[in-house]
């Protein structure tokens, strides 16, 4: 299985990749992007099985994102980790397709609950 991390910042991809560690799910591949218009080309190129992304980025954001992947018939299962955890976020953030919305701060406990049901 493969899982795509999207977010503008080096250091949290990292701390994002090593909670999916923690929480369980060492056994599968990360691939990185670094915005919006970085994940669309490594969707094309690496086909994950799940893409956790940050909302807000430079170039193309996260909900752009999941719109743009939505209205190209993707429907790879995709969810937000996020400083974004609002009520209204998280309704917008459903409304666009999202499976789930983790809020940072985050724990490997957090992890492992969200994505039993989609990684299993």
Not at 9 to 38: C, F, K, P, W
Request: hydrophobic letters at 45%.
């Amino acid at each position: 299985m493969k899982i795509l991390i999207v977010d503008d910042s080096r250091v949290m991809r990292s701390i994002v990749t090593r909670t999916l560690r923690q929480a369980g799910y060492d056994d599968h591949d990360v691939v990185q992007a670094g915005n919006g218009v970085e994940a669309l080309d490594v969707m094309a190129d690496e086909h994950p099985d799940l893409v956790l992304c940050d909302w807000n980025m430079p170039e193309m954001n996260g909900i752009e994102l999941l719109r743009t992947l939505r209205s190209q018939g993707d429907t790879t299962p995709f969810g937000f980790v996020t400083s974004e955890g609002s009520a209204e976020m998280r309704q917008r953030a459903e409304d666009a397709g999202a499976m789930f919305l983790i809020a940072k701060p985050f724990t490997a406990e957090v992890f492992a609950e969200v994505l039993e049901p989609v990684l299993g």
